[in-house]
């Protein structure tokens, strides 16, 4: 998986600070078919959510915050696949939110797909949304990576986000590769491995 591509003009934004969540995260919570995320370090998000719903607490904006799981339970019925690789457990409020959306859990009427893969070498941090969209940088999904706390909490994180289809195509071959556990056979790190993908 060691490379280094040739040099040629591509389009990208650079983002900094809350240009996470509103870049990255908000394309994510937009997607049509396919959610694909790499995260050395996985936590529960809260978004904001415009609906007024009773009982959610407000954010400073005046929205409303909901967990980014819920966004994903509602992806999946609308048939969007969800795929996350992270590097270690995800924290326990992710978990407990986990287990509270139904659709998420193995055949529950969705039309789509979510799956977690666990591999400890992953310190890859990329998002890419419908296979359009490519996020590359150094947040992990975590509120302070992508903007989601206020000023004085975030992280110092810069990103760049592209819409080019061969960075796209580079980018997923990449996530496609550790996901389907190509490295695992010559991985020194294979008896660590809780599960190895391969």
Same mark, same amino acid.
């Given at each position: 998986? /060691?490379?280094?591509?040739?040099?040629?003009?591509?389009?990208?934004?650079?983002?900094?600070?809350?240009?996470?969540?509103?870049?990255?995260?908000?394309?994510?919570?937009?997607?049509? @078919?396919?959610?694909?995320?790499?995260?050395?370090?996985?936590?529960?998000?809260?978004?904001?959510?415009?609906?007024? @719903?009773?009982?959610?607490?407000?954010?400073?904006?005046?929205?409303?915050?909901?967990?980014?799981?819920?966004?994903?339970?509602?992806?999946?019925?609308?048939?969007? %696949?969800?795929?996350? $690789?992270?590097? +270690?457990?995800?924290?326990?409020?992710?978990? %407990?939110?986990?287990?509270? +959306?139904?659709?998420?859990?193995?055949?529950?009427? @969705?039309?789509?797909?979510?799956? $977690? @893969?666990? +591999?400890?070498?992953?310190?890859?941090?990329?998002?890419?949304?419908?296979?359009?969209?490519?996020?590359?940088?150094?947040?992990?999904?975590?509120?302070?990576?992508?903007?989601?706390?206020? %000023?004085?909490?975030?992280?110092?994180?810069?990103?760049?986000?592209?819409?080019?289809?061969?960075?796209? /195509? %580079?980018?997923?071959?990449?996530? /496609?590769?550790?996901?389907?556990?190509?490295?695992?056979?010559?991985?020194?790190?294979? /008896?660590?491995?809780?599960?190895?993908?391969?």
């Amino acid at each position: 998986m /060691d490379f280094i591509r040739v040099s040629r003009p591509v389009s990208l934004a650079l983002l900094g600070g809350r240009g996470h969540y509103e870049a990255v995260v908000q394309a994510v919570m937009n997607a049509e @078919r396919s959610v694909w995320i790499a995260t050395a370090n996985l936590k529960e998000l809260m978004v904001e959510d415009p609906r007024a @719903r009773p009982g959610r607490r407000r954010t400073a904006r005046g929205g409303e915050y909901r967990s980014v799981l819920e966004v994903f339970d509602e992806l999946v019925v609308a048939g969007v %696949e969800i795929r996350i $690789l992270h590097a +270690c457990t995800p924290s326990r409020p992710f978990r %407990e939110e986990l287990r509270r +959306c139904a659709h998420l859990q193995a055949g529950k009427g @969705r039309r789509g797909s979510f799956e $977690l @893969r666990l +591999c400890p070498r992953v310190h890859v941090k990329t998002v890419i949304v419908d296979g359009a969209l490519a996020y590359l940088g150094s947040a992990n999904w975590t509120g302070a990576g992508l903007g989601a706390k206020g %000023e004085g909490r975030r992280n110092f994180e810069l990103g760049l986000l592209s819409r080019d289809d061969l960075l796209l /195509d %580079e980018v997923q071959a990449f996530f /496609d590769a550790i996901w389907r556990g190509q490295p695992c056979a010559g991985c020194k790190l294979r /008896d660590e491995c809780p599960q190895p993908l391969g």
